[in-house]
């Protein structure tokens, strides 16, 4: 893990106590940049961050294989997004 200032800065990996990782760019103590980011529960995000949310390219996989592929503003899925269960497309909405 790199460090500017007292805080996060660089490329890294964090691991939480409750079992979140995070790994990828951080910028001033929050993750900005590409990164991934597993969640507890077995679903993950790969994509781009922007002051600590999703924001930009993304994908979020759930662990049963159904996954979202698409734009994400502030954390939030946003325009055209493909959605995929397992490896069937089940097509494409605008949120």
């Not at 597993?38 to 049963?64: I, M, P, S, T």
Request: proline content about 0%; cysteine-free.
């Amino acid at each position: 893990m790199e460090w500017k200032d007292g805080k996060y800065h660089g490329k890294g990996k964090l691991i939480y106590a409750d079992g979140r990782q995070y790994e990828g760019e951080w910028f001033h103590g929050v993750n900005h940049g590409k990164g991934s980011f597993l969640y507890a529960n077995g679903d993950r995000y790969v994509g781009e961050y922007r002051g600590g949310k999703q924001h930009g390219q993304g994908k979020f996989l759930w662990k049963n294989g159904d996954k979202y592929v698409g734009q994400w503003q502030n954390g939030k899925r946003h325009g055209k997004v493909n959605k995929v269960k397992g490896e069937r497309s089940t097509g494409n909405s605008e949120v």
